[in-house]
């Protein structure tokens, strides 16, 4: 695009730059054809990453204009997207609870509800437990989402971080050093509650609950992410229910007297998680704590002298 204006016999070109406030509508229009959810938001966070500046000075500087450079690579990223790749694989990073964590496509893209599984936790570590330094269990932690949080905001606390997969610990492992919280989270690579080396005061969990058969009717975009992060088996409680009996071995104590579990299920699965419970934990006190949406989304179960 751009403007002719004649010098003498020749022509001098002035090229016209869009502004931001042009490449923010174009983006916006273009995502809302392909039905992108969120599509606003989507374009403001792409422009923002393109033009590498924070969303203050994006509404601040609405008339900068943008550069062919930044438009062809706003472009690679609207392209990607159009093949609804999440936007968080597209720039590598996903903001949770505050803190800006590294993702790829070995981990699950942490999600708001579980946001509600870092502030219970805090509630019972800083309000509603005896102990002063916690001994915390954050199974199949992904991203590492979860323990870096607690670990930020409890500093007292002793946390393992335990998943199964290499790839997942590598990353988990990058944001763990990348936030400074090496020194209070321990990585341990194993099977749910298995490579615990002591009993814990909370066993906070957000593991895979979807059931296999509803897994390819999901949204386009959770198509891209890994399958065993997903994948709850037939009923979507296989790992859940693996993670509540280990907790209640007498035989093998992964759970201190006292103790607590957080776990975040889908709504439809509370009353069999609540069932499985009664029968594992019959003298524990159960709670379940509501989403945003108001869809009953964090179990709580206190096992209080279980």
Request: aromatic content about 6%.
């Amino acid at each position: 695009m751009g403007t002719g204006q004649a010098v003498g016999r020749g022509y001098f070109l002035k090229v016209v730059m869009p502004s931001l406030r042009q490449v923010i509508r174009a983006t916006h229009t273009t995502l809302e054809t392909f039905d992108i959810p969120d599509a606003r938001l989507e374009a403001e966070v792409m422009v923002m990453n393109t033009m590498q500046m924070p969303r203050q000075d994006l509404f601040a500087n609405q008339e900068m204009e943008v550069s062919g450079q930044q438009e062809h690579e706003l472009n690679s990223v609207i392209e990607r997207r159009r093949k609804r790749e999440p936007l968080a694989y597209i720039l590598g990073r996903k903001e949770f609870y505050g803190v800006n964590l590294l993702v790829n496509s070995d981990v699950l893209i942490p999600r708001p509800e579980t946001e509600l599984i870092v502030e219970h936790t805090l509630f019972m570590g800083l309000m509603g437990m005896e102990t002063a330094e916690l001994t915390i269990a954050d199974v199949g932690t992904g991203t590492g989402a979860i323990a870096i949080n607690l670990a930020l905001h409890l500093p007292s606390a002793k946390i393992y971080a335990i998943d199964y997969y290499d790839p997942v610990l590598d990353v988990s492992s990058y944001n763990i050093r990348s936030h400074n919280v090496a020194d209070r989270i321990t990585l341990l690579k194993g099977d749910l509650l298995d490579p615990l080396p002591e009993p814990v005061d909370l066993i906070v969990a957000n593991l895979p609950y979807v059931p296999t058969e509803r897994i390819p009717r999901l949204e386009p975009e959770i198509q891209w992410e890994p399958t065993e992060a997903l994948d709850g088996g037939a009923d979507g409680l296989d790992l859940i229910r693996r993670l509540l009996e280990q907790a209640s071995d007498p035989s093998d104590p992964r759970l201190n007297n006292n103790g607590i579990i957080i776990l975040e299920l889908d709504p439809e699965q509370i009353p069999e998680i609540r069932n499985i419970t009664n029968k594992l934990f019959p003298s524990a006190q159960i709670s379940v704590e509501l989403d945003l949406a108001q869809n009953e989304r964090i179990f709580v179960v206190n096992t209080g002298s279980c």
